[in-house]
């Protein structure tokens, strides 16, 4: 196997030159280094990666921490976090949330992180934030120089939700919120309540926790206290549809008895009966995002730039699309 001495051997000049011309950095003159360069490649040299990162002091490789592999909604952030990685000279390693001990996150076992998994507690995430470790958040706003928080605008989502319900003359409207200990969740609650606040409109809450069980269950709830609202807004889009789900089970209609709008516009909601409304965004561009955010500080050193949402919008469709006000 060739080594890097046999290039300097060959090369007529010492190891250091041949790292300086290899690596791009040094004083050396160009005609040194295209000299250095093509003897490499007549003896066919390659340096050893793992070697090169070992002294360096880098991995080369980026670490995606997430809550689950399940549903489209995570997918599709994975795959724009990937179309970005695969653009540079890093590799990703993803950590799904059942792995009890993150080694590889707390002992920094890779050069930076994008963590969306709200079971790893901030405080951590603060104490290994550095200029050495950068770390992009997707689920929750958190301020150090060297940790970016890159998140949807939930506000204006649950916003736009509400006036597009209310707009269409819905007045009995209940919400369905998610896990208690989401950052999404109580941004969108708080957006959606306030703005029904500011028009003295009661709005009958319902705990879920983001899982189509939970939103079949409220309905269930809901159908049986004879007492039903005209809109239902979903914290995301899978209650949303086993909200819908136990409406059919009764011989109800969205929109026709109940207005459902959800959240997240996951792949399925355009092909469900009925369609579901719900307030989306490209999750597949706020991976890619991340990533290239996250890439571009460990490559350039370049600082992160200032916290900024990712834009969301109302996608409307049949579920609420209705005069409510007529009926």
Excluded at 176 to 184: K, L, M, V, W
Aim: glycine content about 6%.
């Amino acid at each position: 196997m060739t080594t890097i001495k046999d290039v300097a051997k060959h090369a007529r000049v010492s190891v250091t030159a041949v790292s300086y011309a290899l690596n791009g950095t040094g004083t050396i003159s160009d005609d040194t280094r295209k000299h250095v360069l093509k003897v490499a490649k007549e003896l066919n040299y390659h340096p050893n990666a793992f070697a090169r990162n070992l002294k360096k002091r880098k991995t080369g490789t980026v670490g995606v921490f997430i809550t689950s592999f399940g549903g489209s909604f995570y997918e599709e952030i994975l795959e724009g976090i990937h179309e970005a990685v695969i653009q540079t000279d890093y590799e990703m390693i993803v950590c799904p949330e059942s792995w009890t001990k993150r080694k590889v996150l707390t002992q920094r076992q890779v050069d930076g992180a994008i963590v969306f998994d709200y079971k790893i507690d901030s405080e951590t995430i603060l104490n290994l934030a550095s200029e050495k470790f950068p770390i992009v958040v997707l689920d929750r706003y958190l301020e150090s120089d060297y940790l970016l928080p890159l998140l949807l605008d939930n506000e204006q989502g649950a916003k736009d939700a509400f006036y597009h319900l209310y707009n269409q003359g819905a007045r009995r409207i209940a919400f369905i919120s998610g896990a208690s200990d989401s950052f999404d969740n109580a941004e969108r609650s708080h957006a959606f309540l306030r703005e029904a606040q500011k028009h003295n409109l009661p709005i009958t809450r319902f705990k879920g926790n983001f899982t189509e069980k939970s939103g079949y269950e409220v309905a269930q709830a809901i159908i049986a206290s004879s007492d039903l609202p005209e809109a239902v807004f979903c914290a995301n889009d899978q209650m949303a549809i086993g909200f819908i789900r136990a409406m059919k089970e009764h011989g109800l209609k969205a929109p026709d008895d109940m207005g459902v709008v959800g959240f997240d516009d996951i792949i399925i909601a355009q092909y469900l009966q009925p369609s579901l409304s719900s307030v989306g965004s490209s999750r597949a561009a706020w991976g890619a995002a991340a990533a290239n955010q996250l890439i571009d500080l460990l490559e350039h050193e370049n600082p992160f730039p200032k916290p900024y949402r990712i834009r969301t919008q109302l996608i409307q469709r049949e579920s609420s699309t209705r005069n409510y006000g007529a009926k």
